[in-house]
């Protein structure tokens, strides 16, 4: 596999293609040869290859390879939910989103692999067979985007395009050590999920399309890209509030308050903070209500809040199967998505016994720039892991090169 064959940033990337350095065959090279490298993860049902720039490398995204949660519509390629049900069906138009990866350039690596109907957080279950953690050969990749994670670890991609309905995308980028963003309620359009079949109105009222990618610096450029409506500025100065009620094992809770120290030095002032957990729920009558007033309820004497992203650590396969497809637990981000409240979950550190360590960042509704500013400039001052780098922060090695069984 090839090791820093290309720059870590789409902001980079883009330089060395309008500058020709690089070639749009060179990358399409470079990510079919991680493809063949990282088969044994999983992480793809559909590969794609296609280059939408059309040659013209000045297109915002030509030549950035992006992936797809197999539940967007692409027209005339399959779009399964990684179902038996829709295994061969091919929807005749692409979903919004696509449209506008299309209209950008991106160079559409395929459609990822996912927990089967994206009922389940662990993404062992798929008519396609599991995902794997390129960290981790014997922990789950999360779910239920975790061929997405595990594309954007493996350095396949730059950037997915997911859903979020419990942590969907939070969950998997956690446990495989990237970055994932859950912007406000319908900031970017869900318009072309399995479009035709029957949703429960609960998933419509909680979904969220999101982006997974190697840092924040690159989620923020495709949200540029993406978002839809007036985004406010972030603050300059940002007052923190520490979550106090999250859902964490000792291990978990103790590195996470490992983390304040580094993170306090950049905030103007910090306080505990108590989230209404309990009041996040899959039925929808009130959400409307519940969303109207969250901000001035959690967000009146603070700008943003912080929390750990996992409970436990990443679970083993043996672990999960014996738990249940919802083993890797959504209780720390479920409630961003009831409060339709943009969420960033980054990579803090990796710990030989508990895998990956995460930080979520929540803000209040609309403040979508402001949570991506402040996971950027904790970014800035501990470097997150970037897919496709050789070795972990620690020194350990990247992966096994996908070879898992």
């Known amino acids: 596999m090839p090791k820093n064959a290309l720059p870590r940033t789409i902001t980079e990337l883009r330089r060395q293609i309008e500058t020709k350095a690089l070639t749009i065959d ?8 991680r493809l063949d490298a990282n088969k044994g993860l999983n992480a793809f049902i559909t590969v794609m290859l296609e280059d939408t720039s059309k040659g013209k490398t000045a297109l915002p995204l030509s030549g950035v390879p992006v992936g797809l949660k197999d539940f967007f519509d692409t027209a005339g390629v399959r779009t399964t939910a990684a179902s038996e049900k829709f295994a061969n069906r091919v929807p005749a138009e692409d979903a919004g989103l696509v449209r506008r990866l299309r209209s950008a350039g991106a160079l559409i690596v395929g459609k990822t692999n996912m927990h089967t109907l994206g009922m389940g957080t662990t993404s062992l279950e798929s ?33 997915t395009i997911d859903t979020d309905a419990v942590g969907s995308a939070r969950l998997p980028a ?14 970017i359009s869900s318009d072309g999920i399995l479009r ?25 450029v495709v949200f540029g890209i993406l978002a839809e409506g007036i985004l406010a500025e972030p603050k300059a100065k940002v007052r923190l509030g520490l979550v106090g009620n999250y859902s964490a094992s000792d291990a978990m809770k103790r590195k996470f308050e490992s983390s304040m120290p580094s993170i306090k030095s950049i905030v103007d002032s910090s306080m505990e903070v108590t989230v209404p957990f309990s009041e996040a729920r899959f039925d929808p009558s009130g959400i409307k209500s519940a969303r109207d007033a969250i901000n001035e309820r959690l967000f009146s004497d603070v700008d943003l809040i912080m929390l750990p992203t996992l409970v436990d650590p990443v ?4 672990q999960a199967r014996r738990d249940g497809d919802q083993a890797v637990s959504p209780a720390n981000t479920f409630f961003a998505n009831y409060f339709g409240l943009p969420a960033i979950t980054i990579p803090f550190e990796f710990d030989d ?18 949570v991506l500013d402040f996971g950027r400039r904790i970014q800035e001052r501990r470097q997150p892991s970037f897919g496709g780098e050789a070795t972990r922060p620690d020194g350990v090695p990247f992966h096994d090169g996908g070879q898992n069984p």
């Open 26 to 33: 060179d990358i399409r090279l470079d990510v079919k040869t």
């Open 174 to 187: 956690a446990c495989c050590a990237v970055t994932a963003f859950k912007p406000s309620y319908g900031r």
């Open 353 to 370: 016994q508990l895998g990956p360590i995460a930080l979520q960042i929540v803000g209040p509704a609309g403040a979508d720039l402001g």
């Open 315 to 318: 679970p083993t396969i043996e």
């Open 196 to 220: 035709g079949e029957p949703v429960d109105p609960a998933i419509l009222a909680l979904n969220h399309t999101s982006i997974t990618a190697r840092s924040v610096e690159d989620v923020a």
């Open 127 to 159: 008519y396609f067979g599991p995902v794997r953690n390129p960290w981790m050969k014997d922990r789950v990749a999360g779910g239920s985007s975790g061929g997405s994670a595990a594309a954007v670890a493996s350095g396949i991609c730059f950037a």
